[in-house]
């Protein structure tokens, strides 16, 4: 199957600071990603859905001005946790399909711990 | 708006046993579904996507049903073994094309050695 790539796969980093997080399609272009959220035993819940030379939309309650997502390419989007609070620690993951959208592909996903 | 349950929610097995995952979807108008593994702190696994035209789909002991029409899935595990035990999660795509999953809350399996 298609292969997608997400990095870093952990992060820590101080309460105020700028997280990036980044997702690569290796084996095919994608001109749509998504982003998930998945705070602990709970679901995967989208975020917002990442299109390629346009902006990003985002789901009711996401904050477009602190979750920055970027897809300047169509094989790359990143998601940018700008001034990064606790709570907004949780799992990222962003996803991927192939042309036809038959079958979604993951990344690995992120854990952000934000202290 | 689509809603993915999950039943049960954590489910604990002796080794060997057959087990059976429950997915329901209350809008049956959907593209496909798909089974993924998660393991604690990783990403997903997908394990198995039925179609909305198909019945089931077979991989190894892994065995996946649909009926669409009541918005049900299931997930058979034969024989089930410790390295089984991870969170399975249930997943609709409603369209075709590039559009989101909606994901069920998971049901968390442990296999007990």
């Known amino acids: 199957g298609a292969v997608v790539s997400q990095h870093p796969s952990r992060v820590i980093c101080k309460s105020g600071t700028s997280v990036k997080i980044e997702c690569r399609s290796l084996d095919f272009q994608a001109t749509t990603m998504f982003w998930y959220r998945q705070f602990p035993k709970q679901s995967l819940m989208l975020m917002a859905t990442?299109?390629?030379?346009?902006?990003?939309?985002?789901e009711q309650g996401v904050e477009k001005d602190k979750f920055l997502i970027n897809h300047a390419s169509l094989t790359l989007s990143t998601l940018t946790v700008t001034s990064a609070h606790p709570e907004d620690s949780s799992f990222y993951i962003c996803s991927a399909g192939t042309g036809g959208g038959t079958e979604a592909f993951f990344g690995q996903g992120t854990r952000l711990t934000v202290v | 708006k689509q809603e993915v349950t999950q039943i049960p929610a954590a489910l604990s097995v002796p080794e060997g046993e057959n087990l059976v995952l429950n997915c329901s979807f209350t809008?049956?108008?959907?593209?496909?579904l798909q089974w993924f593994r998660q393991d604690p702190g990783k990403g997903l696994t997908s394990l198995l996507l039925?179609?909305?035209?198909?019945r089931e789909q077979t991989s190894g002991r892994l065995n996946a049903s649909l009926d669409k029409s009541s918005g049900r899935s299931t997930l058979y595990i034969a024989a089930s073994q410790p390295g089984d035990s991870a969170t399975y999660l249930c997943a609709v795509k409603e369209n075709s094309g590039n559009t989101p999953l909606v994901f069920g809350k998971g049901t968390r399996l442990s296999v007990i050695a």
């Open positions: 990442s299109n390629e030379g346009s902006k990003a939309t985002y």
């Open positions: 039925i179609q909305s035209s198909q």
């Open positions: 809008d049956s108008a959907i593209y496909n």
